[in-house]
């Protein structure tokens, strides 16, 4: 089991910074997990800064917008944050900015319809990060939310070894309130949830605020998973279900604290998704730090702007250590869905290698919903066709990783359960057709 803490570090951040401004840029053509996008531009074109650049096929609001002005060098491969190959348009910075740098007038959301709103959140195509690996359009979720009633918002994070959203909520309380606020008049809903770590240090300065259509719930986060939908709504039933006259359920909207702030920068100051609030950090840095970062920057130009290394990393940890993915090029670029980057050196983890399975049942025991990662593993990995009951068991995994925390064997489970979901996803679509 892991362990969950209120974690004191928060408090020696005092303030975010702006990452320097790189010479060129690599934007990934697919900055969620359910689109890629078609670049509009090729190699010679100039291009403004918010300009859209690339454009999905198959959902023409989903667009990418340049994060620079400048001159567009080649559309080629890059390594994404999540590990996958895919194509990014590098663009070289040159010309005037249209939004660094000038004045922006804040627009008065209250005065907008529910559709000029959402038509903003289109149109600036922003990304809901609440779960970070596997991050969807904003626009495109808010029209699916047919069934919900209330605005869900985690302003901690899901992964303890992260403190991203924690630190945005930390500086840009006020903006996340407003991006809530903004996103529940879109959506009609008149029931904002804020969840809240119950063990933060300050937090009576927040629940003293007066905030009529807000409602706080402390979580008490004493291990991993924390902060899923299913412990969200466990926890309201628990401590706020009798004083309240509403409920909340997995169909509700969940956002957290970084796409709250997007909101706000989207809504009010009419400014595109082009730059993402980055927590660096590891022990092959000389410090920590909480950096807004244009989309596209790699994490060598991140790195040579915090002084290099302390130490030669030997795992580079994206979105965190439990629910993140490890790369190995320092030339991957951020994505709208980057909330952290860890350099850490050889003496920072353990043995890597995958083992067999030695059925020790532990990940039966650590698994919330309670199905069978093992048996699930091993029938995936031979080849073997699963009982149908245990096959359609994999719709209830939560993808919180813990089965794969507690496998002294290493072996990856909660991928597999992943595969065998999402085989038989196309099973059943083709037998629809």
Known sequence: MITYTANNSLQDYKYTQTAFLPHNLLVPLSQDSGHTCKSLVKSGDRVSEGQIIARADDYLDITIHSPLPGTILDVEACVSPNGKLEHAIRIEMEGKFSYLGKKLEAADWQKMSSSEIIRKIREKSLVNTFKTNEPVNLASQIEKAKKAQALIVRLFDEDPTRITDSLVFKFYFDQIVT?????????????????????????????????????????GIVRYPCGTPREICSAFSRNLKKTKDFVITKNDLFIDSSTAYDIYKAVVMDIPSMSKLVHFSGNCLYA????????????????????????????????????????????????????????????????????????????????????SPDIIYNNAVNFKELPEQIEKSTFACIDCGRCNTVCPARLPLCQSISVVKQRLINKNKEEKQ
């Not at 809903?189 to 719930?217: G, M, R, T």
């Not at 990393?313 to 490890?326: F, M």
């Not at 980057?341 to 309670?370: L, M, Q, W």
């Open 179 to 219: 991006g809530s606020q903004i996103l529940a008049k879109a959506m009609g809903f008149n029931k904002i949830v804020f969840a809240i770590n119950k063990e933060l240090k300050n937090k009576d300065e927040y629940l003293s605020k007066e905030l009529s259509d807000i409602h706080f719930l402390e979580m």
């Open 288 to 371: 920590s730090c909480l950096l807004e970062v244009k989309i596209g920057t790699t994490f060598r130009d991140i790195v040579n702007q915090l002084g290099g290394f302390a130490k030669k990393p030997a795992l580079v940890i994206v979105n965190g250590a439990l629910s993140g993915v490890s790369v190995s090029d320092l030339d991957v670029p951020v994505t709208k869905y980057v909330k952290s980057v860890t350099f850490n050196s050889s003496k920072s983890f353990t043995d890597e290698h995958i083992y067999s399975c030695i059925n020790c049942g532990d990940c039966r025991a650590a698994c919330p919903v309670h199905i």
